[in-house]
């Protein structure tokens, strides 16, 4: 199973990496306002040093000509870029054009498994479900991947399955439960991956027994 990191925060990127927990990231427009970043093209080249694995960058536009143009500007900003689009009906007519020149789509903002069948059909490289997001409106997100795998597995379609929108340690486990090819983790989730109180209290029981013993 392959962690991305859900983010543009460089430090971020660069802890993971150090953790060896990062086979790729993902952002958002969002994401790069957090970082208070207008222009996401700089960015987009700094993430793409801090690792080799693919780095979602999402475009603005809305029509095909428009995401044509910018999928390719972006894809064009390093060997790993892969380009978001949302699932819409330009997002999946540019896909087709796209996928065949040989850039990686990330086909972005799905929360049905007829919209995810359409990803794979339209030849993008990722489809990223937003768990997250659907638990908000009580929907049960990881249900919806469920259903995204099993289609997949049905005709082989080859596009990876990025969970997304993740919120909690839960969502991590149920994706690798389910076989899901990528979780795209926000960093605090990362960090909380590792956490179990069993673990602290262990820890400190070890080493004051140890300190106990050297004392004698
Ligand atoms: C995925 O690629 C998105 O960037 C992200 O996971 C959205 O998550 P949110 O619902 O927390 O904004």
Known sequence: M????DTANLDEIAKAASYGF???????PSLMAKEGIASQEERIKEICKLTDGPVSAE?????????????????????NV????????AGLEATKSLSAEGIKINLTLI??????????????????????????????????????IGIYNNYA?????????I?????????ALMGADIATIPFKVIEQLAKHPLTDKGL?????????ASKK
């Open 82 to 89: 892969a380009v978001k689009l949302p699932l819409t009906m």
């Open 204 to 212: 400190a029981s070890f080493l004051a027994d140890y300190e106990k």
């Open 59 to 79: 475009a603005l536009s809305t029509d095909v000509p428009g995401m044509l143009a910018e999928a390719r500007r972006l894809a064009g900003l390093a060997p």
């Open 22 to 28: 990062l086979d790729g990231v993902t952002t958002n």
């Open 2 to 5: 392959k962690f991305f990191l």
């Open 157 to 165: 379609y080859e596009t990876e399955v990025i969970v997304a929108s």
């Open 111 to 148: 929360f049905s498994p007829l919209q995810a069948l359409l990803a794979a059909k339209a030849g993008a490289h990722f489809t990223s479900p937003f768990v997250g997001r659907l638990d908000d409106i009580g929907q049960d997100g990881m249900d919806l991947v469920e259903q995204i």
């Open 167 to 175: 919120r909690h340690p839960q969502h991590v486990l149920r994706a």
